[in-house]
């Protein structure tokens, strides 16, 4: 049976993070702005898909969503002691290197069926601008699966933040937008999936074109 919200002890963790550490630096440091907050669901499961340019993305959405929102992590990450039951408590879940995309839908489902918000990075990989480009048909997939609406956010600006080589953020200024909910794909069939991920694409890239 699917949970209309995520586990106590994470929001708990989620909300400790987030006014300690993430909003202040967003909102402070990198000027954050952030259009949109209304259209997103208090609860329930749905799937947030959105572009990506920089480690500093997931935090960002989670923060703007105002809700956790559960990304993929490398599988690594859940050997270090300690590490591994903080992420898992902000809903992070394992996908190994080199792994299929079946077994990444599976961990995915799994977060959605536990009421989290999953988050999916349409392109699967950064960009160096933040546009898709090449937007993969996992996320739409997925949504067909689990029938759960999908919500297109997009990053402004997070390409700057940090530069190769570097370890210091810089404060550069960061917009975020959050887009109309995306109705659950009827079918998983090739043609339907296709035509809902370029709904979500030409969503996300419409408001990076936006700008500040």
């Known amino acids: 049976m699917t949970k209309t919200r995520e586990p106590v002890e994470s929001l708990i963790l989620y909300h400790l993070f987030k006014w300690s550490v993430v ?10 702005r952030i259009y949109g907050a209304e259209n997103v669901p208090k609860e329930g499961p ?3 898909v959105c ?3 920089s480690y500093f993305d997931p935090p960002i959405v989670s923060s703007s969503l105002q809700r956790p929102v ?3 992590a490398k599988e690594e990450l859940f050997q270090v002691p300690i590490l591994k039951q903080v992420i898992e408590l902000y809903g992070a879940y394992p996908v190994s290197r080199g792994a299929g995309d079946r077994k990444a839908i599976r961990a995915a ?15 699967g990989t950064r960009t160096t601008d933040g546009r898709i480009t090449e937007p993969k048909l996992g ?6 699966k689990a029938k759960v609406p999908l919500l297109p956010v997009s990053l402004w600006g997070t390409e700057a933040i940090l530069h190769k080589g570097s370890t210091m953020p810089r404060p550069v200024p960061v917009t975020v937008r959050i887009g109309q909910l995306i109705d659950t794909p ?3 069939n090739r043609e339907e999936l296709e035509e809902v991920t370029r709904q979500c694409t030409e969503a996300i890239n419409g408001m990076l074109d936006l700008g500040r």
């Open 23 to 32: 909003a202040p630096v967003l909102h402070t440091y990198l000027r954050g």
């Open 46 to 48: 749905l799937i947030v």
């Open 51 to 53: 572009n990506h340019a």
């Open 70 to 72: 559960a990304f993929m």
């Open 109 to 123: 489902l799994t977060s959605l069926e536990n009421g989290w918000a999953t988050g999916v990075f349409l392109q």
């Open 139 to 144: 996320a739409a997939l997925i949504a067909a």
């Open 186 to 188: 009827s079918s998983s």
